[in-house]
């Protein structure tokens, strides 16, 4: 089953906790303390970009057919079965950047050596251990939400009938003002 990080954009305050949260989780020591100390810089899989007045989390989209897995040259990027995200082979990638390039959220980079590619990996090591990933489980106003595809489904039919619901009572009253 193919499970993604939701964005509730309504709830993010722009406060950048699941990028630091994303950074101590793919450290090698993942202790913000020595982290600093060692001047490790494991980078962000999470982006917290800010559109007019809203603060947007984005990350890998783990897409079905993903671009950047169709652009490396090495196979290095790929999915390791259907519903898994799509991950880095560090063993594979030559840091040729293509699936950089092919990204269309513009969400991977390559490390600071330039020699990999990363990206986010749903924190697989952590969705083993039955944990969300750092970033879902940072965020204080849980904008972040991880979700299988079935869930987030449901509740989009949800808001919608919410909405079809609210706009026929609106339209309804409209209808007993005017004949009223």
Known sequence: ??????????????????????????????????????????????????????SIPISCQHCEEAACALACPTGAVKRLAKGKPVLVDDERCIGCSMCVQACPFGVIALRPDGKVAFKCDLCISRLAQGLDPACVSS????????????????????AAVQKLAEAQAAGAEEVETLSG
Do not use: F, W
């Not at 965020?139 to 949800?158: F, G, I, S, Y």
């Open 1 to 54: 089953m193919s499970r993604h990080i939701t964005v509730r954009i309504e709830r993010c305050v722009g406060c950048h906790t699941c990028e630091l949260a994303c950074a101590i989780a793919h450290s090698k020591s993942q202790d913000i303390e020595t982290m600093i100390l060692q001047g490790e810089n494991p980078g962000y899989r999470i982006h917290v970009e800010t559109y007019g007045p809203r």
């Open 139 to 158: 965020c204080p106003t849980k904008a972040l939400v991880l979700e299988t595809d079935q869930t987030a489904n449901r509740d989009k039919r949800k």
